[in-house]
C-alpha cells in the first residue's frame, strides 16, 4: 500500500514477507514511537499485574511459616497465615465453619496451646495454581504426628494478596480413611 502525506498505511512489501508493517511520514512517526516508549516505560503506567514464580514462592512460604509455627507450638503463629476476618470459610469433616475467631477456638480446644498437644505437622505441596494476579489455590498433602491427634490428608486452600502479603481464605482439609 502506498503512504499519503498525514497518513499512516499498514500492508506488506518484500522486505517483509508476510509481515505487517507502518509507514508513516518520518517525524510523526518517530513522536509516535518516542511517545510510546516514554508512555510504556512510565512508573504506573506497566501492563496489568500477573502472578509470577516470586508470588508462588510467597504463597508457599505462607504454608511454610504456618508448619514452622505448628512445630514450635505457636498457634497464634500458626493462624497469622489465616485472615483475621469473619468471612473466613474453614471445612473439614463434613462441616462449614466460617470465622477466623472460630477457626482458631476449634484449633485450641482440640490441639491446646503447645507443642505436646500439637505434634509435628508435614506439608507435601502438590500444585499451586494462580487465581488472576491476586489469588491462588494450593493443592496439598498433610501429615501430623507425635499427638494423639495424629492423622493425614489433602487441603485445599485459596489464598489472597492481601496489603499486609497473601492470606489464606478458604480452608479444605479432609482426613485419609482410618
Known sequence: ?????????VGTDDRHRGAAFVRAPGRLALAALVAGAIAGAAPGCAGPRRFSMEDRDSVVAVLERQRAAWNRGDLDGFMAGYLATPELVFTSGGAIRRGFVEARDRYRKRYGKGKAGMGQLEFEILDVQPVGADGAVV????????????????????LERRPEGWRIIHDHTSSDPK
Not at 500500500?1 to 498505511?9: D, E, F, K, Q
Open 1 to 9: 500500500m502506498a503512504s499519503t502525506a498525514g497518513r499512516v498505511s
Open 139 to 158: 493443592l496439598g498433602r498433610w501429615r501430623l504426628r507425635g499427638t494423639p491427634n495424629l492423622g493425614s490428608g489433602v487441603f485445599s486452600v485459596v
